[in-house]
């Protein structure tokens, strides 16, 4: 996706907003056969789109604020320590053809994923349901690698 900076933003900060809206392609580079956990819940014709026409959408910058926020409160939250699993990137072939893959934000017997959102998340409608089955393809793809998850939690 391209990020302009239309608004003006300090250079500094357009490219930290820059980094945080685009941060999720870093580790996933999707072919025809990959697809992460959130694309599985979209509809085809999005996916499709999005892969052959999504580096030609335009983003201002201004509006990647929450995607920084969101990327803030990740980092801190790895502040916490101990003995969890953050941010890996897990994926399983499925009937030797497709792979799914998922990144989740922490697994210490509990899975946990963080969501950045505003008051506007209620007045248009949560996602909690989309989020929740993203979690559910996160706790099989860590069942698959030998972690069992006790329980789900959304931290939002």
Avoid: C
Avoid at 6 to 32: H, Q, R, S
């Amino acid at each position: 996706m391209k990020v302009t900076n239309k608004t003006g933003l300090p250079d500094f900060l357009y490219k930290v907003i820059e980094e945080a809206v685009n941060g999720y392609y870093y580790d996933f580079k999707p072919d025809d056969t990959q697809f992460s956990a959130t694309e599985i819940l979209e509809s085809p014709a999005y996916v499709w789109l999005k892969r052959r026409h999504g580096h030609e959408a335009e983003r201002d910058a201004i509006t990647g604020l929450y995607s920084l926020q969101g990327s803030v409160m990740h980092e801190l939250m790895k502040r916490a320590g101990g003995d969890a699993l953050e941010e890996i990137r897990l994926s399983h072939v499925v009937n030797g053809r497709a792979s799914v893959s998922g990144k989740f934000d922490r697994f210490d017997g509990d899975l946990w994923d963080y969501k950045y959102t505003s008051v506007w998340s209620h007045v248009y409608g949560s996602k909690k349901e989309h989020w929740e089955k993203q979690l559910s393809i996160y706790a099989f793809l860590l069942k698959r690698a030998g972690f069992p998850v006790r329980g789900k939690h959304i931290f939002e």
